[in-house]
């Protein structure tokens, strides 16, 4: 059995889960919270499991290793059907960089380790850092809207189905409400959104039905 070291709000975290329901992949959760004042990915216990102290990680064989979108990967490459990635080498491009986008822009820059950063050493209250929060969740949409607009006609992004490229923005749009950012500029977005949360996959994912969440 697969093991998934999770956090049921972690947005990195939600990504691996909705990409192993979509494979159709059982595995066994092992909540870690790494809420601030609970901080169990810096216990010891942990940081044996994964020194680099952060979730996801994702043990099989006795083997772990961490980093979302790498284990996405991993999971495309011993889990090839059904695809999350189109066959076209272009159109993989294209929504590897329409993932990338939230995954290394967006997220990088909103994690509790630099939310706490921007608290303890520079200050920043409260209206500041949700500021912050806002502001690279709208600048990463922008980016994407059109491609969304553009791409929508019937299916998903990139075919048919849901693929990589909705298994990040998922969890995004998550963020965004979750620090009530008005989504008003990103129509497409929010409509991809709504199309992938009414599938059972996506669903099984959402944080609100994982253990431990509040």
Known sequence: MMRLYDYWRSSAAYRVRIALNLKGVSYESVPVNIAPGADEQFSDAYKSVNSQMRVPAIEVDGQVCGQSMAIIEWLEETVPQPSLLPADPWERLQ???????????????????VL????????ADKDAVTHWYRDWIRRGFAALEPVAAARQ??????????????ITLVPQVANAHRVNTDLSDFPALV????????????????????????
Do not use: M
Not at 116 to 123: C, D, N, P, T
Not at 191 to 214: H, I, N, S, Y
């Open 191 to 214: 409509a991809l959104d709504a199309k992938c949360r009414e599938l059972e996959a996506f669903q099984r994912a959402a944080p609100e039905v994982q253990p431990g969440a509040l």
């Open 153 to 166: 006609s019937g299916g998903f992004l990139f075919g048919d189905a849901p693929g990589l490229a909705e």
């Open 95 to 113: 929504a590897r960089a329409f993932s990338d986008t939230i995954a290394c822009d967006v997220h990088p820059l909103n994690n509790l380790s």
């Open 116 to 123: 706490a950063a921007l608290r303890e050493q520079f200050g």
